[in-house]
């Protein structure tokens, strides 16, 4: 299997901020970023960490005989069990699995069975809209407990929880953007943190709930939904949010590169962005950095455009991925916009949900996201069409199979690190 490119374990003491060298953004070089549970790395202990214990235990006793035997190394031990089993469950798996675990879906109502039908055909997470929500938690709780099948790897269980304009929780009583932008950063911790414990305890797992995306333009599609008008003030409260989730739900950036620079609304078209690289670093970039060092798990990419860096949207783009993962760091699971809203946008080029899907891994996503309708015939998407088209361009060689296991790798270790840290929690530990 390839090898995937996961940075380091760090194994000494942490360097402190100050002595830390800065990114071109102005943040923490790549390596030093601290990015959430998703981050389980593969690899091995440094020989030299053997050798520095030795040297410390022979400072502290007695001159050995002048003739010695060799002493025999002990055998190496795995230090990354997620990496493990990740490796493990990549070596069973067939292209069409693969395929499949790369997809998050959607089947309203809240009857399990179209949903656990989705995750019976190995698909690797569901997002619950507005449609899922029964009148009370626990019966949401139930809901979602109803869905699983894997309890090595759980499915992904997203929602769009933001508060204010977008929330799903009808008991969701925490503060919005529209509040939390004018209150001090801890306003934003403190209620996404509440947020996140009303999710845990209804069996959701990933937030796609912290707007990363800043304008100072109040009749921006974005607008109501921001957590700053400026940068800065957005970088602190998304910073905030991300924190106030930590280690509770895993927590999701979006709109990457940045939708408040883009006028129109992406769910109908692609809106364009008409900055430069400097004036996207200075701006929209700010709060995706400064939630990705807080430790972001996931970002999600836009159905949107800045020409100068490339034509294409940014959730198809190669250089947009590439920005993302060699610029500001991040190495946790790029997850799409819904897909169908490239479809809704009445462009030839994006009226194949299969072409689609294939260009926005290649780019570089690992996640595809689709709201589907009950009967998702009537938009052109099935979970076999969807396998088949990626399967496909596997084999013709369009997409590589390194990127494929790239993907696959980044969602099944996010699945199996909440597996873990929900049984840590559960033993106590």
Not at 40 to 53: D, S
Not at 85 to 90: A, F, G, S, Y
Not at 98 to 123: E, S
Not at 157 to 171: A, N, S
Request: charged content about 20%; hydrophobic content about 40%; overall charge negative.
């Amino acid at each position: 299997m390839p090898a995937t490119a996961f940075p380091p374990i760090r194994t000494g003491p942490p360097p402190s901020p100050a002595s830390l060298p800065t990114s071109p953004l102005g943040g923490r070089s790549d390596t030093q970023r601290t990015l959430g549970p998703v981050r389980t790395t593969r690899t091995t202990i440094l020989p030299l960490l053997a050798v520095a214990v030795l040297a410390g235990t022979a400072a502290c006793v007695a001159p050995a005989p002048a003739a010695r035997t060799p002493e025999t190394a002990a055998p190496s031990r795995s230090v990354d069990p997620v990496g493990d089993w990740v490796d493990e469950r990549m070596s069973q798996l067939t292209t069409e699995q693969k395929a499949a675990a790369l997809l998050m879906l959607h089947a309203p109502g809240v009857d399990p069975a179209p949903l656990r039908a989705y995750v019976d055909k190995g698909v690797s997470g569901l997002i619950l809209m507005g449609d899922n929500m029964p009148a009370t938690p626990p019966e949401l709780a139930a809901l979602t407990a109803s869905v699983q099948a894997d309890p090595e790897a759980p499915a992904l269980i997203g929602i769009d929880e933001e508060g204010g304009e977008v929330q799903r929780l009808p008991w969701d009583g925490q503060p919005g953007a529209d509040v939390l932008r004018n209150e001090p950063p801890a306003a934003s911790e403190d209620a996404f943190a509440a947020r996140a414990t009303a999710l845990a305890d209804a069996g959701v797992s990933v937030n796609f709930g912290i707007v990363a995306d800043v304008t100072p333009d109040p009749e921006s599609f974005i607008a109501g939904r921001i957590l700053g008008t400026d940068p800065r003030a957005a970088a602190d409260r998304v910073a905030a949010a991300v924190t106030g989730e930590r280690h509770v739900v895993e927590s999701t950036l979006k709109h990457f590169p940045g939708h408040g620079a883009a006028p129109g609304d992406s769910h109908t078209s692609i809106p364009t962005a008409p900055l430069t690289m400097d004036e996207w670093r200075a701006g929209p970039a700010v709060p995706f950095e400064a939630g990705i060092d807080a430790g972001a798990e996931l970002v999600m990419t836009g159905h949107l455009a800045y020409p100068a860096i490339d034509q294409a949207p940014a959730s198809l783009s190669p250089e947009w991925h590439r920005i993302l993962r060699d610029e500001l760091g991040f190495d946790g699971v790029v997850v799409s916009d819904d897909m169908l809203m490239l479809q809704r946008n009445d462009l030839p080029e994006y009226a194949d949900p299969g072409e689609n899907a294939v260009r926005a891994v290649a780019a570089g996503c690992d996640l595809l996201l689709y709201v589907l309708p009950a009967d998702p015939a009537e938009v052109g998407v099935s979970v076999d069409g969807l396998v088949g088209s990626l399967t496909g361009a596997v084999e013709s060689g369009r997409l590589s199979e390194e990127r494929l296991d790239d993907a696959v790798e980044r969602v099944l270790t996010l699945r199996r690190t909440i597996a873990v840290e929900e049984a840590d929690s559960g033993s106590g530990e």
